[in-house]
């Protein structure tokens, strides 16, 4: 049976790879936080959401918490906003 791969004694090695004086990590630590932005963008409406529902609900508790953690959020996302426009 042919190799699938083709024809070829051993493993393959790697292609050398050109090194440029500048990190990647700077685009790649925006397009990151962008991402992570959006998240906290979907799960602060989701928790300000679950706050009105225990709020219509009377569950005082409930409102408590996930105020507290809307609030968390909230800060969490300002940071990350603030971070790229020090950038």
Known sequence: MADPVG?????IPPEPVDQIAAADWT??????RDGAGVLLDDEIAAERKRVEASRS???ADAV??????LNRLIEIR??????????
């Open 7 to 11: 024809d070829h004694a051993g493993p």
């Open 27 to 32: 685009d790649q630590d925006l397009l990151t």
């Open 57 to 59: 609900a009377g569950d």
């Open 64 to 69: 408590a918490v996930g105020e507290r953690r």
């Open 78 to 87: 300002r940071s990350l906003t603030a971070e790229r426009n020090n950038r």
